[in-house]
């Protein structure tokens, strides 16, 4: 049964995202071993599990759309994605999601081309750390990771990949994300529980859209409404040390937001 469409054809500028999204869709419609078995295998590596630390068994879906390194990255993106409504599906469903994401995730059609770019940028930047970690014990710095993702994308884009202009100063165009108004910062922040822990994600950017700041967090919490409180509290305390107090926060955590707006404490857990 093969997927929807194939790979957007701008690819062919991207070197990185054609071999990944290639390897990928070769071992969906050849039904052969995962990119990540055959790797380990190669590499006799034997511990199955994710290198950072996760506690989950480190498959294609995991590593690429629910570790917290990965979770970090799609917040940062443009489109503020997050995968973990979808959770558990299959990889051929992500791979058809990227391709066509209508209906799940935040993606307007005319950005498309944009949001697909970045979807393989992001591929190989988790692949690239990961490979870094487990081969040179190498650790990055997620900020810098982040700042070097979006410049790869300026970069693709100017070299005529897709049709925005690289001075834009709004990154994409009738995207979900809603900048702030000038001189204030929006805080985008997320959590989810998993496996007896949460972690907790955390983006900070200006009213151009530009990412200041990224942390994410590991925390033995299992209540999901506690970490969603606590992901706004961290969120916080990160705006003050960093000096931004002109701010918003967005959180998709409706009962958490209702109890922090409402002085009945009967409301709070």
Not at 237 to 255: F, M, P, Q, Y
Request: proline share 5%; aromatic share 10%; charged share 20%.
């Amino acid at each position: 049964m093969g997927l929807r469409k194939q790979p957007r054809t701008f690819l062919g500028e991207s070197t990185q995202g054609q071999v990944f999204f290639s390897l990928f869709f070769h071992a969906l419609k050849k039904k052969k071993l995962s990119l990540l078995t055959m790797e380990r295998r190669n590499q006799n590596l034997d511990n199955p599990n994710c290198p950072f630390g996760c506690e989950c068994i480190e498959t294609e879906v995991h590593l690429f759309f629910h570790c917290h390194l990965a979770r970090a990255l799609w917040l940062a993106s443009p489109w503020s994605v997050k995968w973990e409504d979808i959770h558990p599906a299959s990889l051929k469903y992500y791979l058809e999601s990227l391709m066509d994401p209508t209906g799940i995730l935040p993606v307007h059609p005319s950005d498309w081309n944009e949001f697909f770019l970045f979807a393989a940028l992001i591929f190989e930047t988790i692949w690239r750390i990961r490979n870094r970690f487990i081969f040179d014990n190498s650790m990055c710095s997620l900020e810098d990771e982040v700042r070097a993702l979006f410049t790869r994308f300026e970069e693709h884009k100017l070299l005529g990949t897709v049709h925005h202009q690289l001075n834009n100063p709004k990154l994409v165009a009738d995207s979900v994300w809603c900048p702030p108004p000038v001189g204030v910062v929006k805080i985008n922040c997320d959590a989810a529980v998993k496996n007896g822990s949460a972690n907790i994600g955390i983006v900070v950017r200006n009213h151009l859209g530009r990412v200041l700041k990224v942390k994410v967090f590991k925390e033995n919490i299992t209540i999901p409404e506690a970490a969603d409180a606590l992901a706004i509290l961290k969120a916080m305390k990160l705006a003050i040390v960093e000096g931004h107090l002109n701010l918003c926060c967005e959180s998709d955590a409706k009962a958490v937001i209702q109890s922090l707006n409402t002085t009945d404490s009967s409301s709070s857990h």
